[in-house]
C-alpha cells in the first residue's frame, strides 16, 4: 500500500518558503468545491490580459492561425483549435484539490471541451479567445534569431502553447495554458498540435516533479483526440538509431499545465532587445511594464510595492537568482536534467517549464544528456552553468530600465558576478543533505563521484541505499550496474568502496551520536527518492493509452506521486528496479528526438 510520503526538504531554500511551493492545502469541503463551469467561471480574472498590450495588429477574433511577425505588444489573442472528439484521459487529483475544484468536473463535457480547446462553451466572464505570447531565445548565453523565420526574433514564441483562463483559486492566482492547443502566429509552420506521446510524459512529469518538492508548473487534465491524427518522427520499434528513423501517424492530445504565471526568461529578453535597440517608441515602456507585471505575479510578497523602479529591480534580480540555484540543486538531487534549458525554458518565477527532452538519470554519468541535440552544454551535471548563462540573459534584459544609474548597473554587475559562488554554496548543502552530512566534505564527496562513475552506479538507487546507513558494500551492490548478476565488484574497487564507507561513517558519527541513527535515516529518505520517472516505465504507459487503455498511466501517476514512500512489495518489484538490459541504446528510450 502507499506509504505516507515524508516532508521534502528543499535544498537552499527556507522552510517557510518551502512550505509555500510545497502546499497542498485544501482550503474547501468537497461540498463547496466547483463543479460546474458557471463556479468555475466565477474564479476567473484575466491580470495579464487586463493589465498588459494587445499586439496591435491582432484580430479581434483571435482568429489568427497564420505564421506573421509580431513587432509590440505583450501577447496575441488568439482562439484555440479544438481537437476532434476529445477523450478524458486523465486528472491531477492532486492540483484539483488545491485549486478546488471537484473531480467529477474533469470528464464532463463541458469541460471536456473547454480544456480541449473549445472556448465556444464557456460562459463568461471566461473569455472566448486565449492568447500566446513572444519571446527571444538565448542559447547557453548566446542571442540567437535564425529560429525566428523572419530571420527577425519577432516570430519567435508560443507556437502551439495557448492561454485560456487566468483566476483566483482558492485565494492564490493561477494561469491555465493548454499545450497543443493549435496554431498562433509564432507556429513557425507548423501545426500546433502535441501527440499523446509527449503529453503523457509532460502531464507525468509536473506532478512527479512536484511530488519531489520541486517548484514546477503543473498538470491539470489531459485529453486525447478518438480520430485526428498528424505525422511526426519517431522511432520504430526496437531501433536503436540516434535519431527518429521513420515517419508516422500519432494521436493527437491537449494537456493543460498550470503556473502563477508563464512570463520567461526569454520573454524578458524580447523586451530587452527590443529596448536597448530602440525598436518602436513604446519598447522601453513595455520592458518595464512586463517586468512590473512579472514582480505583481511572482515576487509580490517578497518585493514592497511602493518602492521604486530601480530598487524593485535590484530586489528581483537578487531573489530570481536565489530560486533559481536553489532549483537547479534540486533538479541534481532528484537526477533530473532539463536536457535543452535555452533561456525561452527558463521560468522567471523560478520554477520548471517546458518538459520536452527532460529525462532522470539512471545509471549515473555527470554528462548524461538524453536529448539527441542537446549536447554537453545542457548536461546534467553542467546544468549549475547553464542556468548561470540564463540568469546572464536576465539581467541583460533589464539593463535597459537602469541605463543611466551606475549604481545599479553596478549592483546587476556584482549579483551576476556572484552567481558562481551561490550556486556552489546550494550544490555544497545539496549534496551535504543526500550524504547526511552535517557540512560539505570536498574530498570525500570527489572520491564518491569516481567510484560511482567507475562501478558504475544506479543514481537513485544508491542515495536511497545509503539512506539505510550501511556498514558494508554489499548493501550498496543493488545500486550497481555490473556486467553480469554473477560477476561481483572488482577487489580493488571494492576495497576503495569500503575506504570511502569507513570515511563517511566517521563524518557522520557526530550527528548519529548527536540526533540517533534513525533521524539520520528520516533525513536522508526526505531528500533521497525511491522512485523516479524513468522513461522505459512511461513507455508503456504512453503505448497502452495509444491503443485507448488510460490505466497504465494512472497507475503510474499514482505511484510516482509518492516518490519518497514505501510502498507495496509488487509497486517495488517493478518500479525499484535497476533498468533492464534491453532497454540500453534503444531509441526512445536511452535517448530522444525533441520531437513532439
Known sequence: ??????????????????????????TTTSSERIGSLNALAKCADYSFVESLRADPQAREDGQDHDPRQVFSGHFVPVTPTPISKPEYV??????FAQLGLDD?????VEFTKLFSGDLSIAPEPIRNTGWATGYALSIFGREYYQQCPFQTGNGYGDGRAISVLEGVFAGQRWEMQLKGGGRTPYCRGGDGRAVLRSSVRE?????????????????LSLYASRDETVRRPWYSEGSFSYDPDQMGLETVAISTRVAPSFIRVGQLELFGRRARKGEHPEALNELEMLVLHLIDRE??????????LTEKLLELAELFRARLTSLVANWIRVGYCQGNFNSDNCAAGGFTLDYGPFGFCEQFDPNFQPWTGGGEHF??????????RNYQMF??????????????????QALNSGFSAVMQEKMEAMWAAKLGLARFDKALFEELLALMSATPVDYTKFFRALSELPEKIGALEVSFYLPSPQQDVPEQLKQRWCAWLAQWHSLIAERVATDGSEAIKQQMRAVNPKYILREWLVVPAYQAAYNGDYEPLRQLQTIMNAPYAEQSAEIEAQHDRLKPEQYWGLGGVSHYSCSS
Open 379 to 388: 548536461s546534467f551535471m553542467n546544468q549549475p552553468t547553464a542556468a548561470a
Open 1 to 26: 500500500m502507499l506509504g505516507e510520503c515524508p516532508r521534502v526538504h528543499m535544498i537552499g531554500t527556507s522552510p517557510d518558503d518551502a512550505r509555500a511551493i510545497m502546499s497542498d492545502t485544501v
Open 395 to 412: 539581467l541583460l534584459a533589464l539593463l535597459p530600465l537602469v541605463a543611466d544609474d551606475e549604481s545599479a548597473l553596478e549592483q546587476l
Open 203 to 219: 502531464f507525468l512529469a509536473q506532478e512527479h516533479m512536484h511530488a519531489l518538492g520541486i517548484p514546477t508548473s503543473r498538470s
Open 104 to 108: 467529477g468536473l474533469a470528464d464532463t
Open 90 to 95: 486523465a486528472h491531477s487529483q492532486s492540483l
Open 299 to 308: 515576487y509580490a510578497g517578497e518585493i514592497d510595492s511602493q518602492l521604486p
